[in-house]
């Protein structure tokens, strides 16, 4: 399927992307399916699509953000400003809080 991933168009494995919706919860980790490829919801399991994303992945993008540190200087993302990917992240986390653990809980 066509993907988007770094900038660039890639082809990948369904269970490798990450739907359109969940774009800025995984947008440095995982390649995002091109909207003209996105299969009907209803298909995601089936084609091994995880939406929303697990909340290892979501943590992983977190830290990709935060350790580059020109990044959040520099915001090149077209899809969303800064403000709208770390509300999305954090907005994410804190419906998932019970799920993390306490070491990740301290952390945050």
């Known amino acids: 399927v066509p993907a988007a991933e770094d900038g660039s168009l890639s082809l990948c494995r369904f269970r490798e992307t990450a739907a359109p919706k969940d774009r800025h919860l995984v947008f440095k980790v995982m390649p995002i399916i091109h909207s003209s490829a996105t299969p009907p919801q209803v298909m995601f399991s089936t084609l091994g ?8 992945v979501v943590l992983r993008q977190l830290r990709a953000l ?20 770390f509300s999305e992240i954090f907005s994410f986390l804190q419906d998932n809080y019970d799920d993390l653990s306490p070491r990740v809980q301290e952390g945050l």
Not at 49 to 56: F, G, K, M
Request: charged share 20%; aromatic share 8%.
């Open 49 to 56: 699509i995880v939406s929303p994303p697990a909340i290892s």
């Open 66 to 85: 935060v350790e580059d540190e020109c990044l959040l200087d520099h915001w090149t993302y077209k899809h969303g400003t800064v403000e709208n990917v």
